[in-house]
């Protein structure tokens, strides 16, 4: 009933700056939570950050807060994921996702997930 289509990844080095984009498609009336998780080779798939689709009200994880900040623009049935300072260990596929209910930070209590994005931080 969701799609999420994400993009804006990309190779930066150590510091830059990167945008993502996630367009929501559908039933997007139905979204509570849309939230970004990163999973690189070998690793689990992590929170990043969320934000509620009304309200605005954002959520960060602790490795990326001050450095990330997450937006939206409801006319868009966007999310906006700015990706500022980043270092070596923020390579990852980064993946859009979006929920109707549940916690912002558990992958499993959302609903819809886009096909995700490279984003590769070089030193």
């Known amino acids: 009933q969701v799609q999420l289509v994400e993009s804006g990844g990309g190779l930066v080095q150590a510091g830059g700056s990167l945008r993502l984009s996630c367009a929501a498609s559908?039933?997007?009336?139905?979204?509570?939570?849309m939230g970004w998780f990163r999973q690189s080779p070998g690793k689990e798939r992590d929170f990043v950050a969320a934000?509620?689709?009304?309200?605005?009200?954002?959520y960060y994880s602790d490795s990326v807060k001050d450095r990330f900040t997450i937006s939206r623009d409801n006319a868009k049935n966007t999310v906006y994921l700015q990706m500022n300072s980043l270092k070596p260990e923020d390579t990852a596929v980064y993946y859009c996702?979006?929920?109707?209910?549940?916690?912002?930070?558990?992958?499993?209590?959302?609903?819809?997930w886009g096909q995700g994005t490279q984003v590769t931080v070089s030193s």
């Open positions: 996702a979006a929920t109707r209910t549940g916690s912002w930070g558990a992958a499993t209590n959302y609903d819809y």
């Open positions: 559908g039933r997007t009336f139905s979204i509570y939570v």
């Open positions: 934000i509620s689709w009304r309200g605005g009200i954002p």
